[in-house]
């Protein structure tokens, strides 16, 4: 009889007294636990450092900050992984979907590689399904609309299955209706998921949408 090792229980997203510097001057300050499937909003106007402090989580921070504390997903210090190793689901105001691959393409880019072209085929399927896009795998990118690239953008973080996600503006670009949509699409997917979520925002309707706590940034 094949066994198959357990999922990995969901980790909560630590920040650990995380301050950024510009210079000799401080930034952004954050000391926050994350738990699973719950979502910690960063509010506050351009320029406070919302978006340095998520590239600091994501590991891509600039030279020219500097940043003390520690990031950790459960026991794992994320400063011991390259940006690619910390499986950390990206959404940004674009959804930057790659032009040169199909839909479909663009969803199997990120997903693990174990398990053979058919099955990821069939998991490229049954996820445009569920964001009802059946049929949509050989399509164009450019050939959707607005909200079918962001559903798209989604679900391709979701594929890579990652262990926390990180929200830059997501919705910002929007139109209201499909702000709306959006907003209960990605916090469905991550309570359902167990996801530990950091999002920073200056729309006081996506911290309301998200449900968990916020803390405001002068």
Request: charged share 25%.
């Amino acid at each position: 009889m094949t066994q198959t090792t357990p999922p990995t229980a969901p980790s909560p997203l630590i920040l650990e007294r995380v301050v950024i510097h510009h210079g000799e001057q401080p930034l952004v300050a954050v000391d926050a636990r994350i738990p699973p499937g719950e979502v910690l909003t960063l509010m506050g106007p351009s320029g406070v450092g919302k978006s340095t402090l998520l590239a600091q989580v994501a590991g891509f921070l600039a030279p020219v900050f500097t940043a003390t504390g520690r990031i950790r997903l459960g026991d794992d210090d994320l400063s011991r992984h390259p940006p690619e190793r910390r499986r950390l689901g990206l959404l940004f105001q674009d959804p930057l979907l790659f032009p040169h691959l199909s839909v479909g393409g663009n969803l199997a880019f990120g997903m693990p590689a174990d398990g053979g072209r058919r099955r990821r085929r069939q998991a490229v399927e049954a996820a445009l399904a569920d964001i009802g896009l059946a049929g949509f795998a050989d399509r164009d990118p450019a050939t959707l609309s607005g909200g079918q690239r962001a559903r798209v953008a989604l679900m391709r973080v979701l594929l890579a299955e990652p262990r926390a996600m990180l929200l830059d503006e997501p919705f910002s670009k929007l139109d209201a209706a499909l702000r709306d949509e959006m907003r209960r699409l990605v916090f469905a997917r991550i309570r359902a998921r167990g996801l530990p979520t950091l999002m920073v925002t200056h729309d006081r309707d996506d911290a309301e949408a998200a449900g968990g706590r916020v803390i405001e940034l002068a």
